[in-house]
């Protein structure tokens, strides 16, 4: 079984400019979760998504959206990029029944200069 | 809100030493909880899980943890570390069928050979 893919793995951007960042959940998942992982910070709730309705949204700014699609992919983008938005993105699965277990990727690293 | 405080941030053991990692939580209601694990290099995996019943829940590679409801409590341990155990771990909870898992700050490991 195919685990959580995401895409891309790495990305330079500069300040100002948009980026869009794609995940593939495991075959069956529905459920998908972003988190922001900074050194120190741990892991920040970005949003969740199910059946493609947002269902939580963490305490980000306007500029960092998501959407998932019919098939369970799910995109976010962050607009307006700042220095402070250089972090690993991950993206998680999940399905019902597991009591929120999240299945993770490696994570897009994006970097903002 | 929902919290999650890991009290080491950085820990130094040498092997066969015995390891503690503190975790409490902030909410009220019923809640499920679990500690991931991130290897160097590699993605988020779950090392354990709490949903219910037995409050002393055994995981992978050894670990072991306790949830103690009256302390908001889930402290991971492991009688004797080894090299490879060298990570990042991170407590996390999930209201019982709510849908935004919330992360520690993590606790870096290093287990010197």
């Known amino acids: 079984k195919a685990g959580v893919t995401q895409t891309p793995r790495y990305l330079i951007k500069t300040r100002g400019q948009q980026v869009t960042l794609s995940c593939s959940p495991i075959?069956?998942?529905?459920?998908v979760s972003w988190y922001q992982q900074t050194p120190g910070q741990g892991l920040q709730f970005l949003f969740e998504?199910?059946?493609?309705?947002?269902?939580n949204k963490g305490n980000f700014p306007g500029r960092f959206s998501g959407r998932q699609f019919s098939n369970s992919r799910s995109e976010m983008n962050v607009s307006t990029l700042e220095l402070g938005d250089s972090a690993l993105y991950l993206c998680?699965?999940?399905?019902?029944?597991?009591?929120?277990?999240?299945?993770f990727g490696e994570g897009s690293r994006l970097t903002v200069l | 809100a929902q919290s999650v405080s890991q009290h080491n941030h950085h820990v130094i053991l040498s092997e066969a030493a015995s390891l503690e990692l503190g975790c409490n939580y902030s909410?009220?209601?019923?809640?499920?909880l679990f500690w991931y694990v991130q290897y160097p290099g590699q993605h988020l995996q779950l090392l354990l899980k709490y949903f219910s019943g037995d409050p002393l829940v055994k995981g992978i590679k050894g670990f072991e943890a306790e949830f103690i409801k009256s302390k908001f409590s889930f402290n991971l341990r492991k009688p004797s570390v080894q090299w490879s155990d060298t990570a990042e771990y991170f407590c996390a909870v999930i209201s019982t069928g709510g849908f935004k898992t919330i992360f520690g700050a993590g606790t870096r490991l290093f287990v010197k050979a």
């Open positions: 909410y009220g209601g019923t809640v499920n």
């Open positions: 998504y199910f059946s493609e309705t947002q269902r």
């Open positions: 075959s069956g998942h529905r459920s």
């Open positions: 998680a699965s999940s399905s019902p029944g597991v009591g929120g277990e999240l299945f």
